[in-house]
């Protein structure tokens, strides 16, 4: 196992990883696209193709995925799920405490616009996970994914919930991997822990856990990168 760690705005973010193959290792997982004192810092690019071979990142096709933290900490939360390459590149985006406002800019940064984003998969609906402008600013065409126990929730902050898709067991997006999720404490409502099956290669997710439960392990148990 691999552990790296880097401050951010006084706060240490962990990522733990093991080889995804016998024939090679992981290169520098701490690349970085600029400074961390930025009023708008960089995405920090974590995990994707390029770190593991060629024939790794199937998916049941030749797609390729990289996770990218636009932001993370009490003052918003937002990750990306960039797969594709070049002009066909698409997002899956992981929580959207940020301001449209201030994602659209981070994305324009990274090439990417507003009309890549085609799915959102939020954890919880506290307003650093999930900024209240996006009940007005979700792309025409996005889909909204929430946990089945957080629908009461929404219509409460006023989501339209006519563009939500709900879950509470594995499901997947069109083009992209199978996701398994797991209600985990946190609030009343629970936070969503997320696992990402990507054909033989898994990717872990969770934030604001409030204690690691036994079912958490279990879900994430033997993933390539956490």
Known sequence: RVPVAWPRRGRFFWLVARQMTRRRRYPDRMARTGGTSSARPAAQHLWGASDCAPEVMDCGATAQFDLCVLASGSAGNCSLLVRGDGPFRRVTMIDC?????????????????????????????????????????????ARLHLHA??????????????????????FAIPGGPTIHPTLVEHDAWGVVAFRFDFGRESLGYATDVGSVTPELIDAMRGVDVL
């Open 149 to 170: 126990r957080h629908i009461r929730r929404a219509v409460k902050e006023g989501i339209d919930t006519s563009r939500v898709e709900l879950f509470d067991s594995a």
């Open 97 to 141: 405490g940020l301001s449209p406002l201030r994602t659209r800019r981070m994305l324009a940064g990274m090439g990417l616009g507003f009309d890549r984003v085609d799915d959102i998969l939020v954890t919880h609906l506290d307003s650093d996970h999930f900024h209240p402008g996006w009940t007005r600013a979700l792309p025409r065409h």
